[in-house]
């Protein structure tokens, strides 16, 4: 059972284009979360979010709850994007997290 | 600055040897949890707490234990790790299950 799929697995990108990675679900929910992981391992929260959208810098994230979807977006891209981005969400039926298997973005200068 | 802090980072172990990795966080959460991450399965969770003494089994929580004695620790316990534990753990913190989440550095084991 997946409970969270994203899309693209993979996705490579020009310096400066435009990104989108989209993340849908299954359950009911309190929250969901944009995760960055660099390689090395590290994993840092970039959005939370319950409704709307958000924008931090270049990032913006969206939600639409009645679709259970949402969208990170990554304008004027830059390689020190390169990451992996990991969706995952609350549950709102207990406390447990669900996490995509997360989309791999290459930025080519 | 806000931490979690997990150690050891990296371990090498036999099979049937315990071992217990750590956890600490520095900003007075109130939920911790632990996941593991493997290539193609994502991270998921193998067990959380909801605060001092209140534990509870995530997804794949068999052959790991717990405790929550403190509110700033949340060690992971493998009372006889496997070969199949070998993994990227993650230990996390966060005020609540709808509020930002923060992880520690990550912990790579290795059972052998």
């Known amino acids: 059972k997946n409970e969270v799929e994203q899309s693209p697995q993979n996705l490579t990108a020009q310096e400066g284009e435009f990104i989108t990675i989209n993340c849908s679900y299954s359950v009911g929910i309190s929250a969901l979360h944009w995760l960055q992981q660099h390689p090395g391992g590290g994993i840092v929260s970039l959005f939370m979010l319950s409704s709307g959208k958000k924008k931090h810098g270049r990032l913006i994230a969206t939600i639409n709850i009645q679709e259970k979807h949402s969208s990170l977006h990554i304008t004027a891209s830059h390689p020190r994007d390169s990451a992996v981005y990991i969706c995952?969400?609350?549950?709102?039926?207990?406390?447990?997290?669900?996490f995509g298997t997360g989309t791999s973005l290459t930025v080519i200068p | 600055e806000a931490q979690v802090t997990q150690n050891p980072r990296y371990l090498i172990t036999v099979t049937g040897k315990k071992l217990t990795v750590t956890c600490s966080q520095n900003m007075n959460h109130e939920y911790m949890s632990w996941y593991r991450q493997d290539p193609g399965l994502g991270l998921r969770q193998i067990y959380y707490s909801m605060n001092v003494e209140v534990t509870d089994k995530g997804d794949v929580p068999e052959g790991y234990k717990v405790s929550r004695k403190e509110k700033r620790n949340f060690p992971l316990i493998l009372e006889s790790p496997s070969p199949n534990q070998t993994s990227l753990y993650f230990c996390a913190s966060s005020s609540g299950t709808g509020n930002t989440i923060y992880f520690g550095e990550g912990s790579w084991l290795t059972v052998v």
């Open positions: 995952a969400v609350t549950s709102n039926t207990g406390n447990q997290f669900y």
